[in-house]
């Protein structure tokens, strides 16, 4: 990374920054409480839309400090990332400790960098289909495939976290994002406009498709431009030696297929033995029987990837010799964990600063506070646009969680759209761009410090630390590019009147 200046040097380590965080929470909230700061917050309760007050709560208080002691670990154990990050590490690391990963790059160390950058790019950008899941193979993926390429790692996970995270709202294939922020997009529409109104997953299929290319092209421009000249070229990382088999590649590669073959039948929903094993058949819809809360398809990804990974390294280590007995492959399903122990103390703060801050209300207050005032401008067209895309950048800074957001503006802001003749679809797209251009530099969004914890994990050099302010620093230029391209490619798209997907215009 680039040299630190004289106040680089005095920058706080990512865990005294959260630290920091979770001390300013605290005395915000005695401050705010004791103003009496309050929002009403709209919610649609039994079809009808209901003014729900909600305050500050000072956690600083009798009742804060026993929910602070009574939940420390409770908040830790139900903190989803972390479990899903060592499921994850447990399948990338006998893939790595096997020797798979070594034959199967090799051949790329020969192609041309520029191309490695733009397939990470469009690596990410698919792997949005997995929702959030993404993150946690991804990044550590990107990490170990980077450096037996002997590129930076560094430098591409950066990559993969800006892709997988700007291009959020561009993925081409549906995710369980879409379903959700859908199905509430289509009770605000109804609840106070039109009854009638149903809401299609196709129908931002044609200005996603285009934006999920300028979106590769872009983000390759940026990054190649701002982001490659600070970090080294080459990998620091120390090499292994391994063993070589053709051999055991083919019959891991093969294995591998067919697993992802069998799981590919367990989601199909025909009426076939087996089939469709891993869908909710409750649902009414095929991508609700994918992605649906009680589809075990939606966190079974997760472990169907991992046993892909698992098997597939170990027949590879057992052919080539590179893994010679069942303690080996124990030792090897932990690889992955080697100088990753930031990750776990910075989980545990993490996980802390956000239950404090989902107990004090203070994010779900400043948000209700702005939607108000995003209601309150008698705006429309395409400054009403702009005004959404930065109030939901703002949200986005203290609520990383994109459904939780949209519960709280939804209610609003989609009646508020349509009746400035801007259709529902339109704007939950508009939506979903701000929200991933919000989270992107959110230092409390937890897969920011996941990529804090790996960016440091292959940090070679002991005089340039890894700081949560150092690497917003290098990451602004890109983000500040890429989100002016963004204001200025809706505003076009509005203006000009394509259909934004089929039979779907923005105007109603």
């Known amino acids: ?128 289909v997995l929702g959030e899941y993404s993150y946690v193979f991804l990044i550590p993926f990107v990490g170990v495939m980077y450096k037996y390429l002997d590129r930076n790692p560094l430098f591409g996970i950066i990559i993969a976290y800006l892709s997988l995270t700007l291009g959020y709202g561009t993925g081409i294939v549906l995710n369980y994002n879409d379903y959700n922020l859908g199905l509430l997009t289509q ?58 088999s053709k051999k055991g590649m083919f019959c891991a590669l093969f294995v591998a297929l067919a697993i992802i073959l069998f799981a590919i039948y367990m989601i199909l929903d025909i009426n076939l033995p087996g089939a469709g094993i891993l869908l909710d058949h409750n649902s009414s819809t095929y991508i609700a029987k994918l992605f649906g809360e009680n589809a075990p398809f939606r966190e079974g990804i997760v472990i169907i990837i991992s046993v892909i990974l698992m098997i597939s390294g170990f027949i590879y280590g057992k052919i080539s010799g590179n893994i010679k007995n069942s303690n080996e492959y124990s030792l090897g399903l932990s690889k992955d964990f080697e100088n990753v122990g930031l990750l776990f103390v910075l989980f545990f703060f993490i996980a802390e600063l956000f239950a404090i801050l989902e107990w004090t209300n203070i994010g779900v207050v400043v948000s209700a506070n702005l939607i108000t005032f995003l209601s309150k401008l008698q705006f429309s067209g395409i400054l009403l646009i702009i005004a959404l895309f930065i109030v939901i950048v703002l949200m986005s800074i203290l609520i990383p969680n994109t459904e939780t957001k949209w519960q709280i503006a939804s209610p609003i802001i989609v009646p508020l759209f349509m009746r400035a003749n801007i259709a529902p679809s339109f ?43 150092g690497a917003l620093r290098i990451m602004l230029p890109t983000i500040l590019i890429i989100s002016l391209c963004w204001i200025i490619f809706i505003c076009l798209w509005f203006l000009v009147g394509f259909p934004i997907g089929p039979g779907t215009y923005i105007a109603l």
């Open 1 to 128: 990374m680039r040299k630190m200046n004289k106040k680089d040097k005095k920058l706080r380590g990512p865990v005294s920054t959260l630290i920091g965080f979770i001390v300013l929470l605290c005395i915000l909230s005695f401050i705010l409480s004791k103003i009496g700061f309050q929002g009403y917050q709209t919610v649609i309760s039994n079809g009808v839309l209901a003014d729900s007050l909600v305050k500050v709560k000072n956690i600083i208080s009798v009742s804060g400090i026993r929910f602070i002691a009574g939940n420390i670990v409770t908040n830790l154990k139900n903190f989803e990332p972390l479990a899903l990050l060592v499921i994850s590490l447990i399948g990338i690391g006998i893939v790595e400790k096997s020797g798979f990963f070594n034959i199967l790059f090799k051949p790329l160390r020969r192609v041309k960098f520029g191309i490695i950058i733009y397939f990470t790019i469009l690596l990410s950008l698919l792997s949005t």
């Open 187 to 244: 009770t605000a529409a109804r609840v106070d406009v039109d009854p009638d109104f149903v809401y299609s997953l196709t129908s931002t299929l044609y200005i996603k498709l285009v934006s999920f290319v300028g979106m590769s092209f872009l983000l390759y421009a940026t990054v190649t431009r701002f982001l490659l000249p600070k970090f080294p070229l080459k990998s620091r990382v120390e090499e292994v030696e391994f063993n070589d």
């Open 427 to 469: 704007t939950q797209f508009v939506f979903q761009i701000a929200d991933a251009v919000g989270k992107v530099f959110s230092p409390i969004f937890v897969y920011f410090i996941m990529m804090i914890s790996f960016l440091q994990k292959y940090n070679t050099d002991e005089k340039k630390q890894i700081t949560i302010g």
